[in-house]
């Protein structure tokens, strides 16, 4: 059974950064290409960016340039630094598989809530 424990979501005000981590279970993080995915209500949940096991990344349009996903193996942990953070960020963000397929396999975590407003 794959875990994963996000946190570091809250409410901060457009401009502002946050820095979210997720804790797995087991090795997945060094072993799987990995992913921050985030749903707002009534819609799908979009992946926003990825990480592969070789460090490679890659984002949605919408925050290239504004969010840096990255990984410590060791720790079996994933990160998203988000800056410049807008309103139309707001949503709950989930961790896991950079995968679709593989990501609906293992389930998904609780997320961590982001509002940005003023």
């Known amino acids: 059974q794959v875990q994963f424990v996000e946190s570091g979501g809250g409410l901060v005000q457009p401009g502002g950064s946050l820095r979210l981590s997720c804790a797995a279970s087991?090795?997945?993080?060094?072993?799987?290409?990995m992913g921050w995915y985030r749903q707002t209500l009534g819609k799908q949940r979009e992946l926003v960016a990825a990480i592969t096991n070789g460090g490679a990344t890659t984002y949605v349009d919408s925050v290239q340039g504004r969010f840096t996903i990255s990984r410590d193996n060791a720790k079996n942990t994933v990160y998203l630094q988000m800056n410049s953070l807008k309103p139309e960020d707001t949503a709950v963000y989930y961790c896991?598989?950079?995968?679709?397929?593989?990501?609906?396999?293992w389930g998904w975590g609780q997320g961590t809530r982001v509002t940005v407003s003023s």
């Open positions: 896991n598989a950079g995968s679709r397929p593989r990501a609906t396999s």
């Open positions: 087991g090795s997945i993080v060094s072993t799987y290409a």
